[in-house]
């Protein structure tokens, strides 16, 4: 148990604002990796820059449908099977969090290493595109009638 002056300050929140929180954080990080990808290629020739995007978003489809569904629908249950008020920093699992540090680190990486702009310009509108369409899953959840009472 925390000592009870860190209890106090533990920020607890219902469900539905853990899964409102996890849409945003999807949402916003997923738009915000796609406009990366977007703003690295503006110089690009306007052939490379669309075979780029259009890469990225088929690419995105299948990482959204074969990889990112499963971890939402992972987070969506985690958080609808705890209905009592519990710290928002456990709106995702420890996994999720090591997973979320090391894609972070990724991106930094990718970030800063000399590479063909359009392969960028695809990986990122790629998990991007990913990540927002996954999200969709994470605002029906929010959404719908919550299964127990408050």
């Not at 009592?84 to 970030?111: D, E, H, K, Y």
Request: net charge positive; proline share 6%; aromatic share 10%.
């Amino acid at each position: 148990m925390l000592p009870k002056f860190l209890d106090r300050l533990t920020p607890r929140v219902y469900p539905r604002t853990r899964l409102l929180t996890a849409a945003l954080v999807w949402s916003a990080v997923g738009f915000l990796l796609t406009a990366k990808g977007l703003w690295i290629s503006r110089q690009e020739p306007a052939h490379l820059f669309l075979v780029a995007i259009a890469a990225g978003l088929g690419m995105g489809l299948v990482k959204s449908r074969l990889v990112f569904d499963k971890v939402a629908r992972k987070i969506i249950l985690n958080i609808e099977k705890k209905p009592r008020p519990v710290c928002l920093g456990g709106l995702f699992s420890v996994r999720n969090w090591a997973l979320i540090l090391v894609m972070s680190f990724f991106g930094r990486t990718l970030g800063a290493i000399s590479m063909n702009t359009s392969l960028k310009t695809g990986i990122y509108v790629m998990v991007g595109s990913g990540l927002a369409l996954s999200s969709l899953l994470m605002w029906k959840a929010w959404k719908k009638p919550l299964p127990f009472p408050l």
